[in-house]
């Protein structure tokens, strides 16, 4: 470890991922604090931040990878993907501390790791096959997803993996509906539920007619609803129980949100929470038993980023 101020800590590492990144084609800018590669059509950004909280023997270093397209900031002008290594895009497990020589150690080799994703980026195909199977580290919003996919493969494109989204995870359908009979030209949150994300995007393209709805799906109203059931499905899927979680598309307003509030009523623990998930059981199944898994894969199921497929059984 070392004890040097935490603001020369991380300049010395800012400049030792920027000597790593160089043969790369990443260029800093004057303070090392970003470095930028362009490509044809696309920059690819690797951006640092920090604690105010830092001292002596402790220099937080927070690495984000950021990807902008041209053609579809044509379309969208203030479109681009990734964020935080640590946040909810990447959701990755990585140290910060770069004043520990371990830690920067892991954490250059992460950032060199996930470089990838902007390769994956540059080739929309492979895009498309990936967002159809699973969520993607760095792109997991569908309202960053479906500009992307319409710009670069067509509209077809983008309904397709829209489909594909709702069919692996109907627990979504209310939300997306909510969004498919409105008029609202305001976009949901880029962090909230899927649902509604992924209608308003389809919508917007005209092309949000063309999904095929299950018959079940019930009403939805309230956008609360919809988020909790975005949630309670991804909580029912890590805790291997894809077939409650796809029930949650029959579920009324009224019921999802009494269930929201059962569940913080006991907040501690929610993650880990047997009697969390035995609720949601109860209430989609029926049947007050235990869920499948003794504990919840992923363990941060709140993360999109941590599920590696749609459906988890």
């Known amino acids: ?64 990878l950021f990807f902008e397209d041209a053609r579809v900031r044509k379309q969208s002008p203030d479109w681009r993907t990734g964020g935080l290594l640590h946040g909810p895009s990447f959701a990755a497990d990585v140290p910060s501390n770069v004043a520990v020589a371990g830690e920067a150690d892991e954490l250059e080799a992460v950032v060199l790791a996930r470089l990838a994703f902007f390769d994956l980026l540059d080739a929309p195909q492979d895009v498309l096959a990936q967002v159809r199977m699973r969520y993607v580290p760095g792109i997991v919003e569908p309202v960053r997803i479906v500009p992307y996919l319409a710009v670069h493969l067509g509209v077809a494109a983008a309904l397709a993996y829209g489909q594909a989204l709702l069919d692996a995870r109907p627990e979504l359908w209310p939300g997306a509906q909510r969004q ?30 063309q999904l095929a709805c299950p018959v079940d799906v019930v009403a939805c109203s309230d956008s609360r609803a919809a988020h909790a059931r975005c949630f309670f499905g991804r909580q029912l899927r890590a805790w291997g129980e894809p077939a409650a979680a796809a029930e949650l ?56 980023a941590k599920h590696a497929t749609f459906a988890s059984s």
């Open 249 to 304: 598309r029959r579920m009324p307003d009224a019921d999802v949100l009494a269930l929201r509030a059962g569940q913080e009523a006991n907040r501690v623990g929610l993650v880990d929470s047997v009697p969390a998930v035995t609720l949601l059981l109860a209430a989609t199944t029926g049947v007050a038993r235990d869920p499948a898994r003794a504990a919840p894969s992923p363990r941060y199921f709140q993360y999109f």
């Open 180 to 209: 498919l009979r409105s008029a609202w030209v305001e976009p949901p949150g880029a962090h909230g539920d899927h649902g509604e994300q992924i209608g308003f995007a389809l919508r917007s393209l005209g092309v949000g007619d």
């Open 1 to 64: 470890m070392t004890t040097s101020s935490p603001s020369v800590v991380r300049d010395v590492f800012h400049r030792r991922i920027a000597g790593a990144l160089a043969p790369r084609g990443f260029v800093p800018n004057a303070s090392f604090t970003s470095l930028k590669r362009k490509s044809a059509r696309s920059v690819h950004l690797v951006e640092f931040s920090s604690s105010q909280r830092n001292v002596p023997g402790h220099a937080a270093c927070h690495v984000a």
